[in-house]
């Protein structure tokens, strides 16, 4: 779990312990490129810290000096590149220049980085992820330059920036972080006369803090559930203790106003693709009773998907909506007034991603926007909003299977029906966000960028499943995705993607995708089918899906297992008679 | 403020883990001679001024060739 306690660590610890977590990973790496034009060296053992305590087996590489569009050039080999671009070094060695230039010289030089910015992202444009700093000249304007000719380049090369940016980039507003430390403590002149390094240690801290969750959306990493404790979390006070009436949440005064702006940005988690849930010692009545009855509150019962308010450990109460939402608790974050249980959750769960409500009331805002980082996801879809609803079905579905003895009289109850859509008119942000976010059943784990669909759906080489799911309690939406390459001069078709959301798992539905899926081959004249597991630390259960299913293991590597199918030989021996089958 | 035992006991640290070398090769190490080059001197500059929080002139910078050195500079420096 990335800690902030980081930001207490001095740079050579930062160096030990890069080392030390670098000796525990094994396997592929994920490759991250910084192209700068001033030295940034410092901030490669920073990020690969910050992502390696998140799980992911991190090699920050540093571009050559002052070489960005040169080394765009060869770059979009790498799972995420990082560019700074720093108009301040446009002239080496005097950063002050910039303000003195004539107007004539301030077009051709916002010319020449126009140029450079089109380049870059054309060279970058098969990049899975991109992030590109805004461009800030808070080191050297002060407050008689805000009419001056310098300032606005500035802004219009960022405008530009935003304006030109592909779906694969992300523009970082530096200022944000600059702002945040202050000019005097983000910036080093000495480091920068000396070694052409222009910022401190503490902004790089603070950059890596604040970039990471956009590096590991990238890979699975987003958080997905929210839990929330409801005293001096959601309202201030003790409801068992205050009565509604007591606690503190609305415009009456200065602390129900910070509960109210926690109302807001919570809702907003939720809004974004975040689960809400509560595990609260309370009387459950009582919290019921709130959400009924105050006037307000933003923040209503339906919002949460599952609310365990009982006088129970809150470590066993997490560990049950886990099990409950099928979500590892990696992508659980925790957030209780009280050090106690806050303790004792990062004892017995150290997966859960833990905050503490700030002593200081005034900063939980802050607090709530460190945690609403975290549930970053690349690409957001319709899927996202809809999200609650389909957990709460889903509790529907598990109450109604309590009524049922054998497994396949509840799944033939529930009247399920599938649609596969092949093809072109898939929804490319929701194929994306799946290869992005599943974890568990998932094949091959490929993260896929929307830009990297959109071209294999527009490629005739490429066929592309995405699958829809409903059943009598509702909606389970799009929620499995395959890709096969179907190359006619390979003669062999190849399944490079099959995913499931865990949402639909337990339902057979994996059996008749399969079998739609090899069927569809077949028809496209393939009589053999190739396919491969490749292991991560979330998609065990999976390991011998295709051996399973009629496939035969031909290779095993370091990578993964490697199957092949002779297509007269598939036999599709699972019940699946109760799913009905829609084809668009 | 650390004794000198301790200074040198801190700054060897630092070599190892900036060089990833062992306590025998620090000694060997110069400034301009692989692996230390301007990059691992800014990692060292930033790790002394942060272990002893002391600041280092563009002087001292330039004296900060050797393990040496640089024991001798932070010695300096805490006077």
Redesign the interface.
Known sequence: MVDKLLFNLKFIEILKENQRLENSFSGSKYKVAILANITINQLKPIFELILRQEGVNAEVEIGNYNNIVQDSYSSDNNDAVIIFYDILNFFESNIFKLTSIDKKELIAIENRITNDIDIIYKNLSNCSNVLFNSFDVSLIANLSDSKSSFIDLVDRLNKYLIAKMPKNCFYVDTSFIIRKLGTLKSFSLSNFFLNKSLYSTEFLKEYAWETYPLITSNNGKSKKVLILDCDNTLWGGIIGEDGIDGISLGENSPKGSVYLSAHSLIKSIKDDGGLLAIVSKNNFSDVEHFFKNHKSTILKSDDFIEKQINWKNKVQNIVDISSKLNLGLESFVFLDDSMYEINMVKESLPEVTCFHVPENIFDYPRTLLEIKKLFYSPNTSSEDAKKTAYYLEESERKKSKSNFKDISDYLASLNLEITINWGKEIDIPRASQLTQKTNQFNLTTKRLTEIEIETMSEDKDYLIAMISLKDKFGDYGKTGLSIINTNKQKSVAEIETFLLSCRILGRNVEFIFLDLIIKEIKRLGFSKVKSSYIPSQKNIQVADFYEKNSFRRIKNNTNGAYFQLNIDNYQNNNNTSFIKVHEK | MKNNIDVELAIR??FK??F?KDDKEINQLRYGVNPWD??A???IV??LE??FDVFLK?DD?LELISFEMAVEIIKELQI
């Open positions: 640290e630092i883990i900036v990833q301007s990059l001197q800014m990692n930033t790790s942060e272990e563009e910078i």
